[in-house]
């Protein structure tokens, strides 16, 4: 299997841009994951979908982000306007529906954006 | 509000040594831990996990050791090897599908 495919695998955009990073997770997995890894609060839940339908966005930290996953092999996490504090790796993570155990999820590379 | 906590940044071990890795946490609520394992330019992928109606667990190398009435987890890793280098994060289960993780713990293995 190819694993959690994400992309761009780095970008660099100037603050006030639209930024779409791109998930393809593991075929099969009914769950899709947004994180955000920052040095100051680590790995942190944006949100996540089942079987393509948000369950819980809490983790989203503002309006300016949205995510979507219009169908079962494809997610986009977009933030417009871009500013510099967005800067971080964003990983997409997918996992089974079989039985929960958190060795489960699998994350890819991750995309690191940085905003100028 | 964090969770599960990871205080020390960094961490740098003579190889051959043990290595420690710590983590607390708020809710006692929570099942089980886990351990992630991060190189650069990858994703994190899963180590070891701990019940929490255990108060050890060991795989080869990696223990995971846990404290319920402190609310603390530690990481041992015995012998370390220059192969151990990356950034370490502790993770609890939150709800049905739901990781919280720490900050992250970089750790540094010299020959």
């Known amino acids: 299997d190819a694993g959690v495919i994400q992309s761009p695998r780095h970008e660099v955009t100037e603050m006030g841009q639209e930024v779409t990073l791109r998930c393809k997770p593991i075929?099969?997995?009914?769950?899709l994951f947004w994180y955000r890894q920052t040095m100051m609060r680590g790995l942190e839940l944006l949100i996540y979908f089942n079987n393509n339908v948000p369950i819980d966005d809490s983790g989203m930290p503002e309006d300016r982000f949205s995510a979507k996953m219009p169908n079962a092999s494809f997610s986009t996490l977009k933030i417009q306007p871009s500013e510099p504090r967005d800067s971080a790796v964003y990983f997409c993570?997918?996992?089974?529906?079989?039985?929960?155990?958190?060795?489960?999820?699998?994350f890819g590379e991750g995309s690191w954006l940085t905003v100028v | 509000d964090q969770q599960v906590k990871q205080n020390s940044p960094s961490l740098s071990v003579q190889e051959g040594r043990i290595s420690i890795l710590n983590c607390d946490y708020t809710?006692?609520?929570?099942?089980?831990f886990l351990w992630y394992k991060k190189y650069p330019a990858e994703g994190p992928t899963f180590l070891i996990s701990?019940?929490?109606?255990?108060d050890k667990n060991e795989d080869g190398r990696f223990t995971v050791f846990l404290n319920k009435s402190a609310k603390h987890l530690s990481l041992h890793i015995v012998p370390s090897q220059p192969g151990d280098s990356a950034v370490y994060f502790c993770?609890?289960?939150?709800?049905?599908?739901?990781?919280?993780f720490g900050q992250g713990t970089r750790l540094t293995i010299n020959p």
């Open positions: 993570a997918s996992s089974p529906s079989t039985g929960y155990s958190g060795n489960t999820i699998y």
């Open positions: 993770a609890a289960p939150q709800g049905a599908q739901k990781l919280v």
């Open positions: 075929s099969g997995h009914d769950y």
């Open positions: 809710n006692s609520m929570f099942d089980y």
């Open positions: 701990i019940s929490s109606i255990k």
